[in-house]
Nanobody, 122 residues
Framework: QVQLVESGGGLVQDGGSLRLSCEAS????????MGWCRQAPGKEREFVGA????????YYSDSVKGRFTISRGNAKNTVYLQMNSLKAEDTAVYYC???????????????WGQGTQVTVSS
C-alpha cells in the first residue's frame, strides 16, 4: 500500500508562485512515475505533469509547460511541483499520484493523495 500526502497549497495572486510537495510512504515504494493532476470545480481531473522516477524525465500538459516544474526532492520519496506565473485558470485542487509503470499523460492511478487547494486570484 502507498500513502501520498500533499502540502503547500494556498491563495496567491495572479502571476505569483507556489511550490507543492508530495511525500510518499509505503513498505516497498519504488514507483515508475510520480505525477500531478488537478481538478477544478465542475471539471474532470486533468493531467498536469509527471516525472519518471529512475531517469528523472519530466512531462507536462500544454497548459502548464514553461510555467510548472516537477522535481524530485533530496528527501526520500518526495516530489515537488513548482508553479510560476500562476493564472486564475490554474485554480484547482492538486493531487499527487503514483504509478508502478511509466505514465506520462493521464490521470488513471489507483493511488492518490488527499489533494491541496490552489486558488489564484485575478
Amino acid at each position: 500500500q502507498v500513502q501520498l500526502v500533499e502540502s503547500g497549497g494556498g491563495l496567491v495572486q495572479d502571476g505569483g508562485s507556489l511550490r507543492l510537495s508530495c511525500e510518499a510512504s509505503g513498505r516497498t515504494f519504488n514507483p515508475g512515475t510520480m505525477g500531478w493532476c488537478r481538478q477544478a470545480p465542475g471539471k474532470e481531473r486533468e493531467f498536469v505533469g509527471a516525472l519518471t522516477w529512475n531517469l528523472g524525465r519530466t512531462y507536462y500538459s500544454d497548459s502548464v509547460k514553461g510555467r510548472f516544474t516537477i522535481s524530485r526532492g533530496n528527501a526520500k520519496n518526495t516530489v515537488y511541483l513548482q508553479m510560476n506565473s500562476l493564472k486564475a485558470e490554474d485554480t484547482a485542487v492538486y493531487y499527487c499520484t503514483t504509478y508502478w509503470t511509466i505514465v506520462t499523460n493521464r490521470c488513471e492511478s489507483d493511488y492518490w493523495g488527499q489533494g491541496t487547494q490552489v486558488t489564484v486570484s485575478s
